[in-house]
């Protein structure tokens, strides 16, 4: 996997603005990602849109390296944004995110 170059993040937030553990909605450049903490601080950043009922994923549960879609239960990986539960079968895709030593979150959008 190549480095993506500092140019292409863009800062979203504050650490301090997300969840201790959840999601949160946040428009990058035009694109609306689900930003994500994890149980153990890691935060993802993934498309917002669920691939089966086009939904804001941002409003589902997290467990875990997954984020559960609140309206039938597909759930994707945070790493990959691959489905591990029907009835999504469609990847989202997954950003790059890079935290400051100030506590800035930034994010580097996928094609």
Do not use: Q, Y
């Not at 979203?12 to 990602?33: F, M, N, Y």
């Not at 589902?60 to 239960?73: K, M």
């Not at 009835?87 to 580097?108: C, F, K, N, S």
Request: glycine letters at 8%; a negative charge; one cysteine or more.
């Amino acid at each position: 996997m190549s480095a993506v170059p500092d140019a292409d993040f863009v800062r979203v937030c504050h650490l301090d603005e997300l969840p201790e553990e959840g999601a949160a909605k946040a428009e990058v450049a035009g694109r609306t990602i689900a930003m994500v903490r994890t149980e153990d601080g890691t935060v993802h950043a993934i498309d917002d849109t669920c691939t089966h009922a086009n939904v804001s994923l941002s409003e589902g549960d997290v467990e875990g390296n997954t984020l559960e879609c609140w309206l039938h239960g597909s759930c994707f990986d945070l790493t990959s944004g691959e489905p591990t539960m029907m009835p999504a079968t469609v990847p989202v895709a997954v950003h790059t995110v890079r935290i400051t030593e100030e506590g800035d979150v930034l994010v580097a959008l996928s094609e």
